[in-house]
């Protein structure tokens, strides 16, 4: 059987991919993070009574101020090559250190977060959910503990794609086909010849609805199934965030939850036995 560290190594290579994506685009972004920028901290201080009076007001307005705030998408990216060099070389000396980077990448990320709520999604979810997991799998001495970790990742990938799903079996929009020709249409997350092309054929557009639906409201049910089970939520998966990359643009949700499927094919494995 699969050692739960190596699977979560194997889990840490996309999500390493992720975390990369993210800290480059906040990097080359980082006029935004300047006062009077877009994200400036002198406008989000006021958001948060943290920031503005108690004990840890200071330090925090040190470490979310421009410039000091760009040393946490730095540290990430220190934190991913270890991680990566972990992943790749699969050495047993380095399961430690890659636990670590992993919890590193966490505290950087949730100190991101923490300074700036608005456009977060559930990849920047799954990031963080991923991250705790693999780091869990790494630095926990019990092999229970560790396969538990393992469980959890599973369960948050299953959990989102079933709730994700259920929202979208129950709006109207969605069952009668006109929400994704919709998304599609708009400037900032879509391609509008794609919208246009949808709205003139009405029936491909509840062809694609009905099969995101039947994709995410099926995922929990054929894990049951075992490793077939996962390798079709994978295929589906893949295919999924791909088009969601590649029609609005967001690439992180292909890689953060690409970053659970490691966990899902162990997962599986134990539905196999069980099955047996």
């Not at 991919?17 to 685009?25: F, K, P, R, W, Y």
């Not at 047993?92 to 980077?101: C, I, Q, R, Y």
């Not at 994978?234 to 966990?263: D, E, Q, R």
Request: proline share 5%.
């Amino acid at each position: 059987m699969t050692r739960p560290e190596s699977v979560a190594l194997w889990c840490a290579l996309p999500l390493v991919v992720a975390v990369t994506i993210d800290s480059l685009e906040v990097l080359a972004e980082r006029r935004q993070l300047r006062a009077g920028g877009l994200f400036g901290f002198e406008v989000l201080v006021t958001r948060h009574r943290l920031f503005l009076r108690g004990p840890l007001a200071g330090p925090l307005g040190r470490v979310f101020r421009y410039p000091a705030v760009l040393a946490l998408p730095v540290v990430q990216l220190g934190a991913a090559g270890i991680l990566a060099a972990a992943a790749i070389v699969h050495a047993p000396s380095l399961v430690v250190p890659a636990g670590l980077a992993a919890l590193t990448i966490l505290g950087a990320r949730m100190l991101l977060h923490l300074r700036n709520r608005f456009g977060l999604d559930g990849s920047d979810q799954m990031i963080l959910v991923a991250c705790t997991a693999v780091a869990a799998a790494l630095l926990l001495p019990d092999p229970q503990a560790r396969a538990l970790a393992l469980y959890y990742l599973a369960g948050q990938l299953l959990l989102s794609y079933a709730a994700a799903g259920a929202a979208k079996a129950a709006s109207p929009q969605w069952r009668s086909g006109w929400a994704i020709p919709e998304i599609t249409s708009m400037l900032t997350y879509g391609t509008p010849r794609l919208g246009s092309w949808l709205k003139a054929h009405p029936a491909a557009g509840r062809v694609l609805c009905w099969a995101v639906i039947v994709f995410e409201c099926s995922a929990a049910v054929l894990i049951l199934a075992g490793t077939s089970g996962a390798v079709a939520i994978i295929a589906g998966g893949v295919l999924f965030h791909v088009s969601i990359a590649a029609i609005m643009g967001l690439n992180m949700f292909l890689w953060s939850f690409a970053a659970a499927y490691p966990a899902l094919l162990y997962v599986a494995g134990q539905v196999d036995a069980l099955w047996r």
